[in-house]
């Protein structure tokens, strides 16, 4: 008799019971069911907000998963194959829970891909195994704000703007209104108990949706140090460092219209609803800081080089030109009206950035560099736009003039004119006295002649 014939032959009085079963598949029924158990709780987990907090708090959820990842095939290809030869018995669960181990498995697989393509570590023939093993490194990995060896200061980029935030709070706003109206409405006619009734489960909808709306539409946190970017993000995200020195060409990328910016690095990150502004300035220190040479010097400084800059034009052999000054401790730097924030760019790094940006952008990265060093880039930037670079000891202030009215700088026959913004004229009054002095004026006096003009 066939092999086919035989096994259809086999009766349900002389097929194995399901403890029979259990004993002759050596505890693979038990391995399976075990699995079935542990890939249930790690996908709940995994698809619930906060999943990340909850791995780190609880990492057996994952190591559960990898202690029966290695044999839970074999187990399954066994059982199958055993029952297919001696038949299951009408109701056993061994079956049921075989194919229930398979679909939990398979959903299992996807989640985890899902969740770390966000972060774009999971490639398509990435295992289960594998994959769990990452996501066991993205959730144990402790990522703070506070400032390690070489890391001398910390800058928050423009977070992401506010609008989802204040829209939220608009409707909860008007909801608690509708609400408070109408139990008065109700209190008014006489009708407390339908108000009460009604207003009590109302009230805690509402207070549940308050807290909800609140936490989803809070915007995340950008940090930036001279080694890392830190993100700090809404919700239930997990937070992410990328390592400057992570970053390659085009590792900063502006995704859409929507204010998206892409960082690449050892990690990869989304930062979603930035402002122009804010997606701009971010993009500029990132692509500053990723240069070696900018990111070690970053590192030594104590402080951060104050400077003024502002609209100027110079006379120089009786014709005006137009450009922006810049004001130091040590000098003043005029660039003409050309790319100015790509000009300086280029004098500190060498290379060229594929989009517009001011050049206040520029100097904020490049203000916490040592000062001898941006005076360096400032004079090649002012020799490349054809502008001046002098020296505090060659050049002088017009002490006549109130800054309020006008910067008035003068070396030999060329001069600098100029208007501070208000709110530069504490550090322009602070700069010129450590022009006149040689020596940073204290912050009572300098306050005292923003006050008076003189």
Request: with cysteine; net charge neutral; glycine share 12%.
């Amino acid at each position: 008799m066939s092999e086919r014939n035989r096994i259809g032959a086999v009766t349900t009085e002389s097929r194995p019971s399901e403890g029979d079963l259990r004993r002759r598949l050596e505890g693979r029924v038990e391995l399976i069911e075990s699995a079935l158990h542990r890939y249930r709780l790690l996908h709940g987990t995994l698809a619930s907000r906060g999943w990340w907090r909850t791995l780190r708090e609880d990492p057996s959820l994952i190591q559960g998963v990898l202690d029966v990842e290695p044999t839970l095939l074999e187990a399954l290809e066994r059982t199958e194959r055993r029952g297919g030869q001696e038949g299951w018995l009408e109701g056993s669960s061994i079956p049921r829970t075989v194919g229930q181990v398979r679909e939990v498995r398979e959903r299992l697989t996807l989640r985890v891909r899902s969740v770390l393509l966000r972060r774009s570590l999971a490639p398509e023939s990435l295992s289960l195994e594998d994959g769990l093993r990452k996501l066991e490194e993205v959730s144990s990995q402790e990522v703070s704000l506070k400032r390690m060896p070489g890391e001398p200061f910390s800058l928050r980029i423009g977070a992401p703007d506010g609008s989802s935030q204040s829209v939220a709070s608009l409707v909860l706003a008007l909801g608690w209104l509708v609400l408070l109206v109408g139990m008065f409405v109700l209190l008014v006619l006489g009708e407390r108990g339908v108000a009460l009734v009604g207003g009590g489960p109302a009230l805690g909808g509402l207070l549940i949706a308050t807290v909800v709306l609140q936490r989803r539409s809070a915007p995340g946190v950008v940090w930036l140090t001279p080694e890392r970017l830190v993100w700090i993000a809404p919700g239930n995200e997990p937070p992410a460092a990328v390592r400057l020195d992570s970053l390659a060409d085009n590792g900063v990328m502006l995704d859409g219209p929507e204010g998206t910016v892409c960082v690449r690095g050892d990690q990869f990150i989304r930062l979603k609803g930035f402002t122009v502004a804010g997606a701009s300035r971010l993009r500029v220190l990132l692509e500053l800081f990723r240069d070696a040479r900018i990111r070690e010097q970053a590192s030594r400084v104590d402080r951060q080089v104050e400077l003024v800059s502002f609209e100027a034009r110079l006379r120089r052999d009786g014709a005006w030109l137009s450009g922006r000054a810049v004001l130091l401790g040590r000098g003043v730097f005029f660039l003409r009206d050309f790319d100015q924030g790509a000009v300086l760019f280029h004098a500190a790094t060498g290379r060229n950035l594929p989009f517009h940006f001011d050049l206040g952008l520029v100097l904020e990265g490049l203000s916490w560099q040592p000062e001898a060093e941006l005076d360096a880039y400032l004079a090649r930037a002012a020799a490349a736009t054809g502008g001046a670079a002098w020296s505090s000891g060659d050049a002088r202030v017009a002490q006549d003039t109130p800054l309020e009215q006008q910067v008035h700088i003068t070396r030999g026959a060329e001069v600098l004119v100029g208007r501070l913004a208000p709110s530069d004229l504490e550090s322009g009054y602070r700069l010129v006295r450590a022009w006149r002095e040689g020596r940073q004026g204290s912050s009572d006096e300098d306050r005292r002649k923003v006050g008076s003009g003189s």
